[in-house]
């Protein structure tokens, strides 16, 4: 017999990873998006309330940088040493809550490295508002592939006003002695190829995982919101690092 399936009742700071079958597809509305409910599920659909914001935002680069253990990381605060090898693509779902009772929801896509710059990503990046690419701090190739994976975003997906997905960089694994990648490099580098922000991080040791996150929520809400607050200098330094304000530092993190 199919069980139905039940949500907690109270859904204040839920996050949930939906199966595949549970998000939509693609979102109705491109990009930054109010909900399209005609296009989710009706269990889904039940906990969307109609001033709920949805982004879908998609996580690029190379095989074994750390993509799912980041998302997994950020989703449910836990690190999983062990994890499967990313076939294709998988989802998660973030729910955040910020301080005017503002909901907003990230549809997280974790796509498989191996499906690099190939015809597949086109499908994987359609209707994405932002795009994060992750590199390994410890290997030097991945951190080469960047360009192409950005090539590879730039090429494939806009945002409906016709302007570029924001990219954000993450270097992952800083936790290991064999770092061979610093920050000055990585500094040029995001300059150099128009990310909106960059910071280092290590998943395992759960440093750097929510900042860049409450960063990029912040700018898709100032970018739909059309602020003209000097967005993202607030929450950068001259280099592009990421770094929250000052006032925001305790009252922010950890994020929900
Ligand atoms: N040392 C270290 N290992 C990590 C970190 N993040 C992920 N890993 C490991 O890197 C490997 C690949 O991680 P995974 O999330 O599957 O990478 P993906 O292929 O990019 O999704 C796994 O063995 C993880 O445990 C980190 O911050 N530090
Ligand atoms: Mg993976």
């Known amino acids: 017999m199919i069980q139905p399936r039940i949500y907690p009742r109270n859904l204040k700071n839920v ?5 595949v079958s549970c998000v939509p597809p ?9 909900v399209d409910h005609s296009s989710l599920e009706p269990t889904f659909q039940s906990i969307v309330s109609r001033k709920d914001k949805l982004f879908k935002i998609i996580v690029v680069g190379n095989p074994m940088v750390g993509k799912s253990s980041f998302i997994f990381r950020y989703v449910h605060g836990r ?8 076939i294709g693509v998988d989802f998660a779902l973030k729910k955040i809550e910020r301080e005017n009772n503002e ?4 549809q997280i896509w974790d796509i498989a490295g191996q499906e690099r710059f190939g015809s597949l990503t086109r499908v994987y990046y359609r209707d994405a508002a932002a795009c994060i690419i992750m590199f390994d701090v410890s290997e030097a190739q991945s951190f080469y592939d960047v360009a192409k994976w950005k090539q590879d975003v730039d090429k494939k997906v806009l945002l409906k006003d016709g302007n570029p997905v924001p990219c954000m960089l993450l270097g992952n694994k800083i936790d290991l002695s064999t770092r061979c990648i610093q920050d000055e490099e990585i500094k040029i580098f995001s300059k150099e190829h128009s990310f909106i922000g960059w910071t280092t991080m290590s998943v395992k040791e759960n440093v750097n995982v929510d900042l860049p996150m409450i960063f990029l929520v912040e700018k898709l809400m100032a970018d739909i919101n059309n602020s003209r607050s000097p967005f993202p200098e607030d929450f950068t330094d001259s280099d592009g690092n990421i770094r929250l304000p000052e006032e925001d530092r305790t ?3 950890p994020c929900c």
């Open 26 to 34: 693609v979102m109705g509305d491109a990009n930054s998006n109010d």
């Open 103 to 106: 909901i907003v929801r990230l």
């Open 15 to 19: 996050t949930q990873v939906l199966p």
């Open 251 to 253: 009252s922010r993190l």
């Open 79 to 86: 690190f999983n040493a062990r994890f499967k090898p990313t």
